[in-house]
């Protein structure tokens, strides 16, 4: 048996997401399919992430054992090619120990959020970022975002349906830049809780429109309840971008 | 009457082609039936350039005869409330003098081309750039490039379905930069044939695979013949980018 270390980079748009649901298409399901196409072995997807319905990914790192042999060039290439038409590409490979795990070895996940800050509707970026038509202040998001850095109860910026057991996580960068239309925030942490990355930047959308005030951001935080969310971003604009494991 | 000038962008994958096809879709039949939509008048668009199927633009400019009163703002705002869901925005909008032609008064026109030099197959990226599995050397397709700039019968680079009256064009800017791994070629003229560009691209990247010598591509040129191209690349990495005016 051979554990094979994946990154992954897909389109989230036509998928429920990235693990397997009983009612569409899972990132997870066309990639043990392609697995199975490949070597006739019926093995299991694990992800350093569980990313929604919609979002993107451009370094998810995933493994999976095989029997029979391969070498890492041989197997992203035969993945690739059943993955076909699939929105989905291995696009790094590596073999791993035995006893090494995506999810539960994985010591940082990093997140990147685009939020096209324009008035016309998207198109050659469409379903790839967030169109907010009213300007945003960078600046201001920037400064609003530094207030969620740090060990706190994210209870606000977490979905109702999230299954992580605390809603104590310590995120350890947020960061808000302006690339021409484009606004850019970037996450780190170790973990983050379900729909917390979207609840962040929705918040950080109202400041830099200017309805709400820096300070709200504190208040919704200290605030501990999910009725205190200013807004939820769209899945559109959000890209997982690496995973980090002791020794990268 | 009022003259607007409008800045387009689209997703070209959709389309014919810019200009209006009897056997398809094209983004001049939905920006005139939005249009027509918005002022109940039929009216005309005329482009500064006629892109391919499967080209896009991020400036592309036309212009519109309108009799109804509009403010720029009006009328860019109303045609995009009417273009959805066509992957085509209105990204500015002027009013410009009625002697003014988008095509007819343009002296400058510029392209960029994106290749996604890497093995595994595009998924966010899919249709919006050229993947090319080989590794490309950026340098000697620059080097190769600057020997296509100037005044030249570019016969060659040129589909044979060109309708331009002569194959003489002054090529301003052919340049060839690398960021990660994507290959950006940037491409300036006061006009182009048919297929310059993306014939341009396809003979570099030969060179750039080390498959031509830099020379081979003076060679096709001084051909003057179709058969010496070697490659034509694809339509879905190629943009249109900027329009320029006296006075710009």
């Not at 696009?91 to 940082?108: K, L, N, T």
């Not at 600046?139 to 809603?167: E, I, K, N, W, Y």
């Not at 850019?184 to 930047?201: D, G």
Request: proline fraction near 6%.
């Amino acid at each position: 048996m051979t554990r094979f270390a994946l990154t992954l980079e897909f389109d989230g748009a036509p998928y429920m997401g990235l693990q397997r649901q009983v009612h569409g298409p899972s990132v997870q399901q066309s990639v043990e399919e392609a697995a199975f196409a490949l070597t006739g072995e019926v093995t299991g997807m694990h992800a350093a992430g569980r990313t929604d319905a919609g979002v993107h990914a451009l370094g998810m790192k995933v493994h999976m054992d095989i029997d029979k042999p391969f070498t890492p060039f041989q197997f992203s290439e035969g993945m690739n090619a059943r993955l076909r038409p699939h929105p989905i590409a291995v696009v790094g490979c590596e073999v791993v120990p035995d006893d090494w795990h995506a999810r539960f070895s994985c010591i940082g996940r990093s997140y990147i959020y685009r939020i096209a800050n324009r008035r016309a509707p998207l198109t050659v970026e469409r379903g790839k970022a967030w169109q907010v038509p009213k300007p945003l202040d960078e600046t201001a998001m920037h400064r609003a975002a530094q207030r969620l850095v740090g060990l706190h109860d994210f209870t606000t910026f977490r979905s109702t349906h999230c299954q992580s057991q605390s809603p104590l996580k310590t995120l350890d960068r947020l960061e808000v830049r302006r690339e021409g239309e484009m606004v850019l925030i970037e996450a780190e942490a170790r973990s983050f809780l379900h729909h917390q990355v979207r609840s962040m930047v929705g918040c950080l959308a109202l400041v830099g429109m200017g309805r709400w005030e820096e300070a709200r951001v504190t208040a919704a935080l200290e605030a501990r309840n999910r009725q205190a969310l200013g807004l939820n971003s769209p899945p559109d604009g959000l890209y997982f971008v690496k995973a980090t494991y002791p020794g990268d």
